[in-house]
């Protein structure tokens, strides 16, 4: 088992340098960087002529190294990862990007871990379900749950929601996490409460889309199981119902949905994203938004990398959970 788990560990180091320069490429193929922010900044509130804001703007990117050739932009970045743990200093909020990574990243983290949780568990047991009362107007009603919770765009599900909370139920603070009066308190009932109430938009949205997946995944799965000659086998011994679905049949079903916890919390993570630019929260998705429209070059890839390694550490934890569930899938049938 532990070579197993060595395997895929180095397996992902490579996939993930390739998606560092993927990623490092994409953003700064974009025209402009952050001192052409500065120079229109300069221009637009300070009333700087144009010649002299450009003066500025080449000193800033001669001191930042932003002139510097892009193979050597991004093998210091590089570099100070892996050497130093140092993801460099982000341009617009003066500080290093590892601040301003952690404390967005870990709200994001934690909205998506939730959303994950109830998706599969709300999603498994409708599926569940639904298998169990094939063609009945249950799973009818849970199918067409399951084709809006796929084929709904998840931004413009959030700017429903906005348009109901603000203009039908006259919500007015939206786009915090909590409001003014327990911004600052410590940690409470009536706090987490709060809470619960600003983020439930961003929790559902993100949710709806997971749970859709889960339940049909597993229904189609199960429907499969059910027919299978075990099982048959299983109800010619006189077993109940209930044992041979829940003891015999959903156990199996479950191969395909936990090979899918491999790109679950990435997906998890982009639906909070697109709801989170949205409703304005301060998590990953404004702030890789708002890097980007600045030029801070550092930010914006950090974040991407950041996201790329989940996926790599998602499927990594759906291979062990396989390996666990069905041995057959360690590689050479090592332990």
Known sequence: MLRFIATR??????????????????????????????????????NVSDADAQKQADAYRETHGLNAPLPLQYVNWLTGIVT????GDSLYYNKPVGAV??????????????????????????????????YSWVDTLFGVVSFLGMTIPRFLLAI????????KLNVQEIGSFF??????????????????????????????????????????NLLDVLNAQYVETARAKGLPESAVIMKH?????????IAYQGVVLPYMLSGEVEAAIVFGLPTVGPAIVGSLGVGDVWVTATFM???????????????????LVDPRVRLGGGT
């Open 9 to 46: 560990i180095l397996a992902a180091i490579p996939v993930l340098l390739v998606l560092s320069v993927v990623t490092f490429g994409i953003i700064k193929a974009q025209p402009g960087d952050y001192a052409d922010y500065l120079k229109s900044m300069l221009m637009s509130q300070g």
């Open 160 to 167: 429903i929601i906005i348009y109901i909370l603000a203009f």
């Open 101 to 134: 990574v952690s404390e967005r990243l870990s709200r994001t983290l934690l909205l998506a871990l939730t959303c994950h949780i109830l998706a599969s568990a709300i999603g498994i047991t409708l599926g569940i379900v639904a298998a169990t009362r094939q």
């Open 249 to 257: 049949a959903v156990p199996n079903a479950l191969h395909p949905l």
């Open 179 to 220: 409001s003014a009066k327990y911004g600052g308190a410590p940690w409470s009932w009536d706090k987490f409460v709060d809470l619960v109430k600003h983020v439930w938009p961003v929790v559902f949205i993100a949710t709806f889309g997971g749970l859709a997946y889960n339940m049909r995944v597993m229904r189609a």
């Open 305 to 323: 990398l950041v996201l790329a390694a989940t996926l790599l550490v998602g499927n990594i934890i759906s291979d062990i959970l396989l390996a």
């Open 84 to 87: 130093r743990f140092d993801f």
